[in-house]
């Protein structure tokens, strides 16, 4: 199971610039575990990844929605009735349960969701669920979303699109051997 966080992936470190062949080649002088040609690989996908979410970043802020709350918008949008516990939308979204509450904090001060009583017996338990103004918000930024999604994919061929999506879903099974990397 992925490690759940605090930090943004655009808060993370990347350099623009990524060592070429010849540094890959002096560097395994040193380090023999590295294999040129898996790092080549490694490094255009954490390249990809991370220019794909600082894109996206500047996309949802024009939309005065930073990723995160577009996020748990989006989650929303989707669960039934558009509601789902705090602790739901924490383990789907794979983030601590602070880092939620700060999420949904956010979005109900702006009125885009409301907390609702689960349970009159324990006030503590409660859920959350988009507002109309939430609902409104929603239908006027996924149009355009989609349309630049759409148009990010547009280069690749829909066999190409395939092949991408059996790849990265090869990659995410071994996500564990870094997951695992400091136990």
């Given at each position: 199971m992925a490690r759940k966080t605090d930090l943004s992936i655009s808060q993370w470190p990347m350099p623009r610039h990524v060592p070429d062949r010849a540094a890959l080649e002096r560097m395994a002088v040193r380090f023999p575990q590295l294999e040129i040609e898996t790092a080549e690989t490694y490094l255009a996908l954490l390249t990809a990844s991370t220019e794909l979410h600082r894109a996206l970043s500047k996309h949802y802020a024009a939309h005065g929605l930073p990723s995160g709350?577009?996020?748990v918008m989006v989650s929303l949008l989707n669960a039934p009735n558009q509601t789902a516990t705090p602790s739901e939308l924490a383990d789907?979204?794979?983030?601590?349960?602070?880092?939620?509450?700060?999420?949904?904090?956010?979005l109900e001060r702006e009125g885009l969701l409301e907390r609702l009583p689960v349970s009159p017996d324990d006030r503590r338990c409660r859920a959350v669920r988009l507002t109309?103004?939430?609902?409104?918000?929603?239908e006027a930024v996924m149009p355009d979303h989609l349309q630049r999604v759409s148009a990010l994919m547009k280069p690749l061929k829909p066999s190409e699109r395939k092949t991408l999506a059996r790849l990265l879903a090869t990659i995410m099974k071994g996500l564990e051997a870094l997951n695992h990397a400091n136990e």
């Open positions: 709350r577009f996020v789907q979204l794979g983030v601590t349960r602070s880092t939620m509450t700060g999420l949904l904090d956010s109309p103004a939430g609902v409104r918000k929603m």
